[in-house]
């Protein structure tokens, strides 16, 4: 058996899977905050609010599919699991197939998908407006982002999490440089901080696919009755449209936060769109063990190891709850110098100032459900991932309409709190169906 299968699990190995991701993860929203930034220089709310809102739909959109990192990362893991490496290679060639497919779709359907989208947004012509330029910009990017889910997920079960931070941190300092260059230097707003990110991301794609040449070594792409065998596909399609349901559901309460918010007024908008960076850093540096729980888990269950599955659940656990707790204290003592480097607008700074303290709770709050999605990924238990899902959104509209009126920005913080609660609860409940499963089989 592949020593990679059946060497055990340690805190060394865990930790070796999930630091790298951690680095990698915390330089997306480490992005996100540097876009704020840059477009924050210019001292108004309006481009701040704009860019938000683009890069939600935009994100909204693309992460749709992000089924296809999670899905590969469980697949390849179970496949890598039981010893069969050609099945491994195949799934990373579907998914690049399907991205590709997927990306360009949506840049011949964006004007009637853009439309829509900010149609539904309450925010103000002005912010609209940018945001449709920087949309009409980055849409280009579509196959390069869902490609490189799949190549994502692929090296994540091949344990080869370095290799997902050298992509990441390569493009993201293409992505951050040009940020600068475009904005500050040539003075190009918002337009500025859309080229940037559709350079760098062709930039990691091009990478990504040069990482995991070795899949391609063997021919197998020209194989196309394995690579498109109907079972197989089937197998990939059950999954994969699972986590579409889940994700949908995903999206569509985040994107509502932020309609919502933007109800209120640019500034509110704006300090939303502040403290929603704070919440990535602490959901992308979770991400990690979350990421480890994938691989583990998904060989363990591959493999039929049950003490392998019960260790990984454990220490990867343990490391996810201390990065949080951790995650909380630094936003609570460092969060009102974190915000000033982010706008130098005053009423900004004010406003996001006031509703800090959800950003203490919310790692804290979100914890179970982002550790869980890892261990039911790797496990492929994807119907229960889109089931709880279907319970903790219907939770978080009655949330919405309990708080909203009465509490307002306050409220929507509130009702999202309740997500996260709802979704690490409803999956907790269904977790020893996984271990009940391994020990049937």
Not at 28 to 50: C, E, F, H, K, S
Not at 183 to 199: N, W
Not at 302 to 314: S, Y
């Amino acid at each position: 058996m592949n020593k990679i299968i059946s060497s055990e699990i340690t805190h060394k190995r865990v930790l070796f899977l999930a630091f790298p991701v951690v680095l990698s993860n915390a330089t997306i929203p480490i992005l996100g905050a540097v876009d704020t930034a840059v477009v924050g220089q210019m001292g108004l709310a309006t481009p701040i609010g704009a860019v938000g809102i683009a890069a939600v739909i935009l994100t909204a959109i693309f992460w749709l599919f992000g089924f296809l990192r999670m899905g590969i990362s469980g697949l390849t893991a179970q496949a890598l699991g039981e010893g069969n490496n050609i099945e491994a290679n195949a799934l990373l060639i579907r998914s690049l197939t399907i991205g590709f497919a997927i990306g360009l779709f949506f840049i011949v359907v964006q004007a009637p998908l853009f439309f829509g989208a900010l149609w539904l947004s309450p925010a103000s012509m002005e912010v609209k407006s940018l945001a449709k330029e920087y949309l009409d910009i980055r849409i280009y990017s579509g196959p390069a982002v869902i490609g490189l889910y799949g190549i994502t997920g692929w090296l994540i079960a091949k344990e080869k999490t370095k290799s997902v931070f050298f992509i990441q941190f390569f493009m993201n300092s293409i992505n951050i440089l040009l940020d600068v260059i475009f904005v500050l230097r040539f003075d190009m707003g918002v337009a500025g901080v859309a080229y940037a990110s559709l350079i760098a991301e062709w930039t990691g794609l091009l990478i990504g696919i040069w990482v995991t040449k070795e899949a391609f070594g063997n021919r197998l792409w020209k194989n196309k009755n394995y690579i498109f065998d109907t079972v197989q596909l089937k197998r990939m399609a059950v999954v994969n449209s699972d986590i579409l349901v889940r994700t949908l559901l995903l999206q569509a309460a985040i994107l509502s936060f932020m309609f919502f918010g933007s109800s209120f007024d640019d500034e509110t908008l704006a300090a939303n769109q502040i403290l929603i960076q704070f919440l990535h850093i602490a959901s992308y540096g979770l991400d990690g063990f979350a990421v480890a729980s994938e691989s583990l888990v998904g060989k363990a269950v591959g493999a039929k190891k049950i003490d392998n599955f019960r260790q990984t659940v454990k220490m990867t656990s343990m490391w996810g709850a201390i990065t949080v707790i951790i995650m909380a204290i630094f936003f609570g003592l460092f969060g009102g110098i974190l915000i000033s480097l982010m706008t130098t607008s005053n009423d900004v700074q004010y406003i996001t100032v006031q509703y800090l303290p959800w950003m203490i709770i919310a790692p804290l709050i979100g914890a179970a459900s982002w550790m869980l999605d890892g261990i039911f990924i790797g496990a492929t238990r994807t119907a229960d991932m889109r089931n709880m899902m279907l319970i903790s959104f219907a939770i978080y509209i009655v949330s919405l309409f309990i708080f909203l009126p009465s509490f307002g920005n306050h409220g929507l913080w509130l009702a999202l709190i309740v997500f996260y609660m709802a979704r690490g609860i409803t999956l907790g409940l269904r977790f020893k169906k996984i271990e009940l499963t391994m020990i049937s089989n």
